[in-house]
């Protein structure tokens, strides 16, 4: 059965902290791995996708990769601002299938 | 940038009423979707449209149906609403469903049946 885990479920950091969330899949025919960030009270905010084993995206702060079988979000000195839910989604053949996400709350 | 505009943003049911929650998108996407979001469950996807004129099930529909009103417009409707369809629901968009072109989220609609 195809799925999406990820971890750890809650983090917490100091400001300035480096660290990474994982997702964890095994699905038949990846089509692609989305990140999205999701404040409290909002609706998921699109953040990168990735295609293929060996891929990367940065946005600020953040670093997304892609191997056969994960993907990490790595955060670099991470702001207080950057507390949120990340939430990872990968799709197949048929479907995108969503993890339960990583709530991370960064303290000043 | 409105993006996916969701309508009402809070609503408080009684168990057997009915309504209808308003999806509104602005990007002229052909796929639109509607989630619900539930504590420990993640997101899962009620029905979607992957174009206009055409609706599928998703993974939990039952409970729900949807209308395709034109391209912009994804409503969803509880026809008697029970207290286990209290939860947060999302619509989304994206250019296309059959390819791997990312989803765009509203702010929701916090429903609850009493």
């Known amino acids: 059965e195809d799925q999406v885990t990820q971890s750890p479920e809650a983090l917490r950091l100091q400001e300035g902290e480096s660290s990474s969330l994982n997702c964890s899949y095994t699905?038949?025919?990846?089509?692609?791995l989305f990140w999205y960030r999701q404040d409290p009270g909002k609706g998921p905010e699109f953040l990168f996708t990735l295609y293929s084993a060996g891929e990367e995206k940065e946005k600020e702060r953040l670093k997304a990769t892609l191997t056969k079988k994960e993907s990490f979000l790595h955060i670099t000195a991470p702001k207080p601002e950057d507390s949120a839910t990340y939430l990872c989604a990968v799709l197949n053949n048929r479907k995108l299938i969503w993890g339960l996400g990583t709530s991370l709350a960064v303290n000043p | 940038n409105a993006g996916v505009t969701q309508t009402p943003k809070f609503q408080v049911l009684k168990t057997g009423q009915s309504m209808t929650l308003q999806c509104a998108q602005d990007?002229?996407?052909?796929?639109m979707y509607w989630y619900r979001q539930d504590p420990g469950m993640g997101l899962r996807l009620i029905y979607y449209?992957?174009?206009?004129?055409?609706?599928d099930k998703g993974e939990v529909p039952n409970g729900y149906n949807v209308s395709r009103l034109n391209k912009r417009e994804f409503s969803l409707r509880l026809e008697s609403a029970a207290p286990s369809q209290t939860s947060v629901y999302f619509c989304?968009?994206?250019?296309?469903?059959?390819?791997?072109?990312?989803?765009?989220f509203g702010d929701g609609t916090r429903l609850s049946i009493l």
């Open positions: 990007m002229n996407h052909n796929s």
């Open positions: 699905v038949s025919g990846l089509r692609g």
């Open positions: 989304a968009s994206s250019a296309d469903s059959g390819n791997n072109q990312p989803q765009h």
């Open positions: 449209s992957a174009s206009e004129g055409t609706t």
